[in-house]
């Protein structure tokens, strides 16, 4: 069975955006780190590793892991249990992308500091919608 990220690793994410002043970018954060972690422990391999970094008016998250295999968007059937992961995460951040190191690689994600958070209350059939049926 695959192993998802502890609630204390949210937590923590949420507890150093605070102290950054970056609250209002919490829910989308935590939400990113979730699933690239979650990602990097079911398809990569140890050792994984999170940073959280704040420089100017760009959050970056990278999440690191010991393969090469990179993620993909696809869109997922609706009797899929998995593969939306990545549209929320690109719903949420304004670029990501993959970059590649002699053992392992990084995927990373950068929100804008100073932007308003993408609403929550928008439905997972809302954020899919955005995407055509043919990625």
């Not at 954060?29 to 979650?38: H, K, W």
């Not at 990097?40 to 760009?58: D, K, M, S, V």
Request: contains cysteine.
């Amino acid at each position: 069975m695959t192993r998802r990220p502890s609630p204390p690793l949210r937590r923590d994410a949420a507890r150093r955006l605070a102290e950054w002043g970056l609250e209002h970018l919490s829910y989308g954060t935590e939400l990113i780190v979730s699933e690239l972690v979650t990602n990097a422990i079911r398809y990569g391999r140890q050792p994984a590793r999170l940073r959280l970094i704040h420089e100017g008016a760009t959050l970056t998250c990278e999440v690191t892991d010991g393969s090469s295999t990179a993620p993909h968007l696809r869109r997922a059937a609706v009797g899929d249990e998995g593969g939306r992961g990545l549209f929320l995460v690109a719903q949420f951040a304004h670029h990501w992308g993959t970059r590649y190191q002699a053992c392992d690689k990084t995927i990373s994600t950068e929100q804008s500091a100073t932007a308003a958070a993408p609403s929550a209350e928008l439905s997972e059939d809302d954020l899919l919608g955005q995407w055509p049926d043919d990625l």
